[in-house]
């Protein structure tokens, strides 16, 4: 069990407290510990033909790539906002359009409403990354490190999704992690497959989940 210190930074960490991604505690140990940029070399010295050295990449780069990201889906959302918002949605103007104007309507609101995570999380992500916990090894055939470990959204993904898995797996990914690992597993019973006891706690924690999240990220 980690110590109170060690804990409180975990749920204190402050990339990641107003709108995530979420993250193992076990994966924010191996980062304080800087064992999460231990890799295996080769070695005729050990016994073993290799040995562990550490090797901390510079993550100034993504970051700052990650930054105009956000910048720019911020700059999108007010934009977008500034098209489509809530009180010509509900007004009587509204009821006037023909059904496909509607349609359409309704899914440029859900477009603009959905820039500010793409936003919100692109800068947590870049702040993750920037701090080094974004750092998820290194990618066996360019070499160069990789840095999606708190990925939490890919807009592109999302946005042209062939189907609903593909949907819900680009969006929030962390958390629907979080959820299969430790509610949709645990509730199915030893030796059986999950069925609707499964799905249903994991969508009603799922539920309170979201609730949250959007009230950490309201100041977006």
Same mark, same amino acid.
């Given at each position: 069990?980690?110590?109170?210190?060690?804990?409180?930074?975990?749920?204190? !960490?402050?990339?990641?407290?107003?709108? $995530?991604?979420? /993250?193992?505690?076990?994966?924010?140990?191996?980062?304080?510990? %800087? #064992?999460?940029?231990?890799?295996?070399?080769?070695?005729?010295?050990?016994?073993?033909?290799?040995?562990?050295?550490?090797?901390?990449?510079?993550?100034?780069?993504?970051?700052?790539?990650?930054?105009?990201?956000?910048?720019?889906?911020?700059?999108?959302?007010?934009?977008?906002?500034?098209? !489509?918002?809530?009180?010509?949605?509900? $007004?009587?103007? /509204?009821?006037?359009?023909?059904?496909?104007?509607?349609?359409? %309507? #309704?899914?440029?609101?859900?477009?603009?409403?959905?820039?500010?995570?793409?936003?919100?999380?692109?800068?947590?992500?870049?702040?993750?990354?920037?701090?080094?916990?974004?750092?998820?090894?290194?990618?066996?055939?360019?070499?160069?490190?990789?840095?999606?470990?708190?990925?939490?959204?890919?807009?592109?993904?999302?946005?042209?999704?062939?189907?609903?898995?593909?949907?819900?797996?680009?969006?929030?990914?962390?958390?629907?992690?979080?959820?299969?690992?430790?509610?949709?597993?645990?509730?199915?019973?030893?030796?059986?497959?999950?069925?609707?006891?499964?799905?249903?706690?994991?969508?009603?924690?799922?539920?309170?989940?979201?609730?949250?999240?959007?009230?950490?990220?309201?100041?977006?």
């Amino acid at each position: 069990m980690p110590g109170i210190l060690d804990y409180l930074g975990y749920v204190l !960490f402050f990339p990641a407290l107003f709108a $995530g991604p979420s /993250f193992d505690y076990a994966e924010y140990q191996r980062w304080i510990t %800087y #064992t999460m940029f231990d890799v295996v070399v080769p070695s005729s010295k050990s016994p073993s033909g290799t040995k562990r050295k550490r090797r901390i990449p510079s993550s100034s780069g993504p970051a700052a790539l990650k930054g105009l990201m956000a910048v720019f889906w911020f700059a999108a959302t007010i934009k977008f906002k500034s098209w !489509f918002y809530v009180e010509y949605l509900l $007004g009587d103007e /509204f009821l006037k359009l023909g059904f496909l104007s509607r349609v359409l %309507y #309704t899914y440029g609101f859900a477009f603009a409403s959905r820039l500010k995570y793409y936003g919100a999380w692109s800068l947590s992500e870049g702040a993750c990354i920037l701090t080094g916990l974004g750092y998820n090894g290194v990618d066996p055939k360019s070499g160069k490190a990789k840095w999606d470990r708190v990925t939490n959204v890919e807009p592109m993904k999302l946005e042209f999704a062939e189907n609903a898995r593909a949907l819900l797996e680009s969006w929030n990914m962390n958390t629907n992690q979080w959820l299969k690992n430790y509610v949709y597993l645990r509730i199915t019973p030893k030796g059986k497959k999950p069925g609707f006891r499964s799905t249903m706690g994991t969508f009603a924690t799922s539920g309170v989940y979201i609730n949250l999240d959007a009230h950490n990220c309201a100041w977006c």
